[in-house]
């Protein structure tokens, strides 16, 4: 009875530690999705990678354009986190068009590199009859560090590029919206990698780096507010990147699913450890009478 006693107390404190250890992950997920950041959404897109509209986890960005056009967004991921991107297309009237059109959705990384898809319908045809088109993509977990010839996702800048790849030429410059959606999902392991590496976070004005001029051309360009601003931000080391860093830094918080196996993995060693004295110690010594009684004598 005591040994089933104490089976059953070790295996509620290992209950409860693997609770306790996984309550932080809900947390953080729900933080990088809530897009609790206090800026309005974006109304527009951008053209190509370099100008391409920063938008945080959580907003619905909106932008009007024309059919056959190349839409841009960027939006940051911090290691230990699941990417994914859910883009709607409405499309135009049913009567101005010639035909059907295949919409496709692409994620590329800071060093932009297209990273596949785990899940999700990143192309997807629409009918000539159809108001609307989604597609969407699910990447897989991003990671701290990585190997040279890995095309693993790093911690960083991701890019979202949205376009028509199939269409009847009389439909090109058709107007339409888009609406796009990125989400972060905090799976831990964050510290899980045995690395760490800088973000893949690219620089918006070409050859600035911290602590720099910003030109190489020593010449006056004739715009000198211009010029003290660009020197203001290298002395201060507040150069242009890609995307802001998250508010959790890169690390994505300091939970990491290792912590879940350490504690469940120290309570099964106490539980073996308490089970195995329990079969080897062998029968108890008889009690030995109390001093003083007759059988001292």
């Given amino acids: ?57 959580g907003q619905r960005a909106t932008a009007a354009a024309s059919t056959g056009d190349y839409l841009y967004w960027v939006f940051p991921a911090a290691a230990g986190q699941v990417p994914g991107v859910e883009a709607e297309l409405k499309l135009p009237d049913t009567s101005s068009r010639h035909g059907g059109a295949t919409w ?19 192309a ?15 990447l897989r977990q991003v990671r701290s560090w990585s190997e040279r010839w890995a095309n693993d996702p790093l911690q960083g800048a991701y890019y979202v590029r949205l376009t028509v790849v199939d269409l009847p030429a009389q439909d090109l410059g058709l107007p ?21 590496v800088t973000p893949l976070n690219p620089v918006l004005r070409a050859g600035t780096t911290p602590g720099t001029d910003s030109g190489t051309d ?24 890609a995307v802001a ?16 196996w350490t504690v469940a993995g120290a309570a099964l060693a106490a539980l073996a450890g308490v089970g195995g004295y329990t079969l080897t110690r062998g029968p108890r010594a008889p009690g030995r009478p109390p001093i003083g009684t007759g059988s001292d004598i």
């Fill in 1 to 57: 009875m005591r040994a089933l006693r104490t089976l059953g107390a070790a295996l509620t404190l290992c209950a409860a530690a693997w609770l306790t250890a996984a309550a932080p992950a809900a947390a953080d997920g729900k933080d990088g999705t809530d897009g609790g950041s206090g800026k309005e959404a974006p109304t527009e897109a951008g053209t190509n990678f370099r100008t391409a509209t920063e938008i945080q986890p």
């Fill in 104 to 122: 496709q959705l692409d994620v590329y990384d800071g060093l932009r590199r297209h990273q596949p898809c785990a899940s999700g319908t990143p």
């Fill in 124 to 138: 997807r045809r629409a009918a000539q009859q159809d108001r609307t088109v989604t597609v969407s993509c699910t």
């Fill in 176 to 196: 339409i919206d888009a609406e796009v959606e990125a989400s972060v999902r905090d799976a831990g392991g964050a510290h899980a990698d045995g690395g760490d």
């Fill in 218 to 241: 020593s010449e006056p360009t004739g715009d000198a507010s211009s010029d003290s601003a660009d020197s203001a931000d290298d002395e201060g080391g507040d150069v242009p990147h």
């Fill in 245 to 260: 860093e998250p508010e959790d830094d890169w690390g994505s918080g300091w939970w990491s699913d290792r912590w879940v």
